[in-house]
C-alpha cells in the first residue's frame, strides 16, 4: 500500500491518514520498480541471466484517489509539486495517460490540470525526451499517479520484458525449450 492522497473523509480523517502514511515503513511503489528494473539489469551479468516470466508491464501508482476530476485535481495539487520539488528549473516533463472503461476524467482535463499545477515550478511540457513522466491511471476503482524519471530510458516505460530483451535476458523456461530444441537437433 503506497501513499494516497484525496481520502474523500473528514478533515480530522485525512491528516491522520497522512501522517500514518508518512509513518509507513513501506517505500512508494515506484521505487520498488526502480529497485525491480535495477535488479534485473545488475543480474544481466549475473551467471544465470534469468528473468521473472510472468511480469511485463509494473505500472506503480504512488498517489491514489477518486476516480473523478475534482479529486484528481486535489489530489494532484497536493502531491505533485512535492513530487519535482528537487527538479531542475530546465527539467521537462510529459503526461502517460491510460483511460479503462472511465470517462470521468478525459486527458484533456487531465493535461490541463497538471498544467496548472506545474505551471509555477518553470518546467516545460516537452512530447519526446521528457525528464518526468508523470503517469495517471484512471479506472473504476481509482485514479492514480507517479511521477517518474527515466521513464522511456531506465524504466523502458515500465515494461520490464523489454529490459530483459536489451539487456539479453530470457525467461526461466524459455531457455530450457531452446535447450530441448538444439539436443533434438543434434539427433
Given at each position: ?41 545488475a ?34 495539487a ?10 531542475p ?5 510529459y ?12 486527458r ?6 497538471l ?35 527515466g ?28 535447450d ?8
Open positions: 500500500p503506497g501513499p494516497s492522497a484525496g481520502s474523500g473523509g473528514g478533515q480530522a480523517e485525512g491528516d491522520a491518514g497522512k501522517e500514518a502514511q508518512q509513518e509507513a515503513p513501506y517505500p512508494p511503489p515506484s521505487a520498488l520498480v526502480e529497485r525491480v528494473f535495477a535488479s534485473h539489469r543480474g544481466a551479468s549475473a551467471a544465470g541471466r534469468r528473468i521473472a516470466r510472468f511480469v511485463v508491464r509494473m505500472l506503480p501508482l504512488d498517489f491514489v484517489c477518486s476516480p473523478h476530476l475534482k479529486q484528481f485535481q486535489n489530489a494532484a497536493a502531491a505533485i509539486p512535492k513530487a519535482l520539488a528537487g527538479a528549473p530546465d527539467a521537462t516533463w503526461l502517460n495517460f491510460q483511460n479503462r472503461a472511465m470517462s470521468t476524467i478525459k484533456e482535463d487531465a493535461l490541463a490540470v498544467k496548472d499545477i506545474i505551471r509555477p515550478l518553470n518546467m516545460e511540457l516537452s512530447v519526446c525526451d521528457a525528464d518526468y513522466m508523470i503517469i495517471v491511471e484512471v479506472n473504476p476503482a481509482l485514479c492514480g499517479f507517479s511521477v517518474l524519471r521513464y522511456s530510458t531506465d524504466l523502458f516505460e515500465c515494461n520490464l520484458q523489454a529490459l530483459c530483451a536489451s539487456e539479453g535476458l530470457q525467461a526461466d523456461d524459455e531457455s530450457s525449450d531452446e530441448e530444441d538444439e539436443d533434438e537437433d543434434e539427433d
